[in-house]
Nanobody, 116 residues
Framework: QVQLVESGGGLVQPGGSLRLSCAAS????????LGWYRQAPGKQRELVAR???????LYADSVKGRFTISRDNTKNTVYLQMNSLKPEDTAVYYC??????????WGQGTQVTVSS
């Protein structure tokens, strides 16, 4: 059974930082592509960043230079370091794992609120 458990969300002031973590179980972690997505109220879920099994990264234009995705295959965990946060980054952030032919799984989400 695949499980993804996010943590690290919360309330932060504009310009602040947060680090999200997503611990995975039930998969051979190193073989899967990992991603972070977000969904703001009234909007569709969108890609924030993703990292392949070979650690190639991809970022949404809106977060380039501010967010960094990384993975630790020894801990089965993917991270999203978020710096210089803006109110428009407010959303529920979801962890995703994907492997062709094996599945596409989601975590339960963690709320990030950027407000003064």
């Amino acid at each position: 059974q695949v499980q993804l458990v996010e943590s690290g969300g919360g309330l932060v002031q504009p310009g602040g930082s947060l680090r999200l973590s997503c611990a995975a179980s039930g998969i051979i972690f190193s073989l899967w592509r990992l991603g972070w997505y977000r969904q703001a109220p009234g909007k569709q879920r969108e890609l924030v960043a993703r990292i392949t099994s070979s650690s190639t990264t991809l970022y949404a234009d809106s977060v380039k230079g501010r967010f960094t995705i990384s993975r630790d295959n020894t801990k089965n965990t993917v991270y999203l370091q978020m710096n210089s946060l803006k109110p428009e980054d407010t959303a529920v952030y979801y962890c995703n794992c994907y492997r062709l032919g094996y599945g596409d799984y989601w975590g339960q989400g963690t709320q990030v609120t950027v407000s003064s």
